[in-house]
């Protein structure tokens, strides 16, 4: 398996309002999200970040999604970079994130076909592709209910469609699963591991252990920004649970920075 993402160097500092300041009780001005981080992804293979609230996991994944710019470093993702080529790199990839909401007002009948139009994608392969995905993920029974009257796991449903209108190769999902009860959290979940069947190449983020035993071929630790360990989950989880791993290792990484 090639290469398809990789990440060197990313920095990320945010400035504080003096709420913020107020709220994390902290006379600094800076908040360094992410560190000097740098990983590689796998053509079909699903890697996982891993790592606590705060870690720099969202901030990382929208740096790759070309939401945010970092500071320092870049990433190529198929070719192309992060940094220079945006707009390349959005053509190439599905982004998910329970933070970025779908529009109220409207349908998911309207905003599949909205997004379809975004990517330039032929109306008859957008109706093909709408109705396999509306029928797979139970949306179609939805597809002319406004947002805002949909539950939170329809939404979520529809969002991960949507999110992948334009049948990318590169999936970006951040906390797929947050949020979710058990029955919409199995449909996600075996849709990534469908996904990668196809061939296709899935960075998730999640603090959840399991999830990331289940689907993940690899995995890293981030632990206040930085890469701590980046490997297999066979050798990361040799000798004990993926949970032993990462609780040994933020113990260390805290030991160090006492």
């Known amino acids: 398996m090639g290469v398809i993402l990789n990440a ?3 920095k990320k500092t945010f400035r504080l309002t003096a709420k913020q300041q107020k709220l994390e009780k902290t006379k600094d001005k800076y908040r360094k ?10 053509e079909g293979e699903i890697f996982g970040l891993l790592g606590p609230n705060g870690a ?6 929208r740096m790759l999604a070309t939401l945010i710019k970092p500071d320092e470093g870049d990433a190529i993702i198929d070719g192309a970079s992060i940094k220079n080529e ?18 109220d007002f409207f349908t998911p009948n309207y905003l599949f076909d909205f997004f379809a139009k975004l990517h330039n994608i032929d109306p008859a392969t957008s109706q093909r592709r709408k109705s396999e995905m509306f029928k797979k993920f139970g ?4 597809a002319e209910v406004k947002v805002t009257n949909l539950s939170t796991g329809m939404k979520q449903k529809a969002s991960l469609v949507i999110s992948v ?11 797929p699963t947050n949020g979710l009860d058990v029955l919409t959290a199995k449909v996600v979940t075996d849709f990534l591991l469908e996904l990668k069947t196809q061939g296709k190449t899935i960075i998730v983020s999640t603090h959840i252990f399991s ?14 920004g ?28 805290v030991g160090e920075a006492s």
């Open 8 to 10: 060197e160097g990313l």
């Open 33 to 42: 999200a992410v560190d000097d981080l740098s990983f590689e992804a796998y």
């Open 56 to 61: 720099g996991k969202t901030t990382t994944l």
């Open 86 to 103: 945006p707009e390349i790199v959005r053509s190439k990839i599905g982004f998910l994130t329970s933070e970025l909401k779908l529009e």
């Open 139 to 142: 949306v179609d029974e939805f």
């Open 165 to 175: 209108v334009h049948d990318p190769n590169i999936i970006i999902f951040d906390e």
């Open 211 to 224: 999830l990331v035993e289940k689907i993940c071929d690899r995995a890293g630790i981030i632990i206040d």
């Open 226 to 253: 930085s890469m701590v360990v980046c490997d297999s989950l066979k050798n990361l989880t040799a000798e004990k649970p993926l949970e032993d791993v990462f609780f040994d290792v933020y113990a260390q990484k």
